[in-house]
């Protein structure tokens, strides 16, 4: 069979384009097993390839996109912004941490923080409570394996005593632990929890209202080592839920403003510590803002002018010590003295 030249010079560059997309295929399998082994080295369960530091979070409902959290603390007088943070995590694990640094710049013993269902986390309430900050976190809901039938046995109709350490239903059963904590996983949290029971179950005649699960099993109730915390901060969002809906004109004020006002709903910067920097600035010109709508300009003019008042026996003090400090410089350096005074004689 005799090709032709013509024929054998398109099968010829067909060959060279299936090696440069093999090799290409190779290179690219190549990225993925040195990704999968920095996984491994790192311990972590995600990389991204564009931002080291950017990490896949849920926006909302089952909506997931690489992108940053950026937390912040507002005051409930004026919607000022204390502090700010970015993190690369959800809510769950900063409730305590932007707690107490609203804290230490506030200079206060104690305040009530307000945050949303995301925060809700028993660790994290427990730390609040020690620091002595009240906080109103909306409790997240219930969710469970086995679903309740019917709302009237839900698990906030168990009533508990501190003093037995027992649970009563609410059919007057008494439920009981055998004392052991038992670890609880939450995708890569841990927390103790005790498992209270009764053998009344299996004869109650309410059986079917209060629990699907198997007969031998029964309804048992588990009480986690901060359960004493998030029932006092429950009880709180409960009994005062006028304070609580205090938190949307709060916290979602700041971010209203700069995301829908502004247009700012993208950072320019990569990597943690400069979106941090970046999410610092916006939110500085925020406050800026917002003194200039509460103070006005007039205000504002007669507050820097009552700063710098203050200030200026400091800068005077200063402007001596910088005084006597470059004269003797230049005193102990000829060579500096003769090339400030040349940079001068230049000048003029």
């Known amino acids: 069979m005799v090709i032709e030249p013509a024929a054998a010079k398109v099968q010829g560059e067909r060959k060279l384009k299936v090696k440069e997309c093999l090799q290409q295929l190779e290179q690219r399998r ?31 409902g089952d909506i997931a996109e690489v992108a940053y959290n950026a937390q912040t603390t507002v005051d409930s007088k004026h919607n000022l912004v204390i502090d700010t943070k970015v993190i690369n995590t959800t809510d769950r694990k900063i409730l305590s941490t932007m707690g107490l640094q609203a804290k230490e710049i506030l200079n206060k013993e104690s305040f009530d923080l307000l945050a949303d269902k995301g925060y809700h986390n028993g660790e994290e309430l427990l730390k609040c409570d020690l620091i002595n900050i009240k906080t109103y976190v909306a409790p997240q809901e219930n969710i469970s394996g086995n679903k309740i039938p019917t709302p009237e046995y839900q698990g906030d109709k168990f009533r508990y005593s501190s003093q037995e350490d027992c649970y009563t239903c609410p059919e007057g059963q008494t439920l009981r632990s055998n004392g052991r904590w038992y670890k609880k996983f939450y995708r890569t949290h841990i927390s103790l929890v005790k498992q209270y029971k009764t053998k009344a179950c299996r004869e109650c005649p309410k059986r079917c209202w209060c629990t699907s699960s198997p007969i031998e099993r029964g309804r048992w109730i588990e009480r986690s080592q901060y359960q004493d915390s998030v029932d006092a901060n429950n009880l709180r969002v409960r009994n005062e839920k006028e304070k609580y809906r205090l938190r949307q004109t709060m916290s979602e004020h700041p971010f209203g403003v700069v995301k829908r006002q502004w247009g700012y709903d993208h950072v320019m910067m990569k990597g943690l510590q400069k979106t941090d920097s970046e999410i610092s600035l916006i939110f500085l010109c925020y406050n800026m803002k917002r003194v200039m709508n509460i103070m006005g300009i007039n205000g504002i003019l007669k507050a820097i002018k009552a700063f710098s008042q203050c200030l200026s026996p400091f800068l005077s003090c200063f402007s001596h010590i910088f005084t006597v400090y470059t004269s003797y410089y230049f005193q102990l350096n000829p060579i500096s003295q003769k090339r400030a005074f040349t940079i001068q004689c230049s000048r003029i």
């Open 30 to 60: 190549q990225k993925y097993i040195d990704l999968e082994r920095q996984l491994k080295e790192t311990g972590q369960d995600q990389v991204s390839t564009t931002d080291q530091d950017a990490r896949q979070l849920l926006i909302r």
